[in-house]
């Protein structure tokens, strides 16, 4: 499975950014995703996550209320709207899937996902 995100890009603090993540030769629609981040010298970290059917969403403290993970109408793709965006928000944002059909759980831990897409750049000026 190769996930393919996208959408990062610089904006201001404040700002608002949508990041999309597909999977190509392969249908995400029935697997549990995820997004995670890793900053410069930083442990990838755990953003937000969602079951294969878009009923349960999960978000790291830090975010919630302001990141929100959801999937389109095919289920197919995830997206992650970010808004109200801050400096420490600047990351490699990372797309990620379980290889578990039908999760009923979201799932928060590095380990817990088999695939991973290439990552995407969100740099937040302040």
């Known amino acids: 499975v190769q996930l393919q995100a996208s959408g990062g890009g610089l904006v201001q603090a404040g700002g608002s950014l949508r990041l999309s993540c597909a999977a190509s030769?392969?249908?995400?629609?029935?697997?549990?995703m995820g997004w995670f981040r890793q900053a410069p010298g930083k442990e990838r970290e755990f953003v937000a996550a969602?079951?294969?059917?878009?009923?349960?969403?999960s978000y790291a403290d830090s975010v919630k209320d302001r990141f929100t993970i959801s999937r389109g109408n095919a289920k197919n793709t995830v997206y992650l709207q970010m808004i109200s965006l801050k400096p420490e928000d600047t990351a490699v944002y990372y797309c990620?899937?379980?290889?578990?059909?039908?999760?009923?759980?979201?799932?928060?831990?590095?380990?817990?996902?088999?695939?991973w897409g290439q990552g995407t750049q969100v740099t937040v000026s302040s």
């Open positions: 030769r392969r249908t995400l629609s029935t697997y549990n």
């Open positions: 969602i079951t294969w059917s878009g009923s349960t969403t």
């Open positions: 990620a899937a379980d290889h578990i059909p039908y999760g009923g759980t979201p799932l928060s831990r590095r380990n817990d996902y088999d695939y």
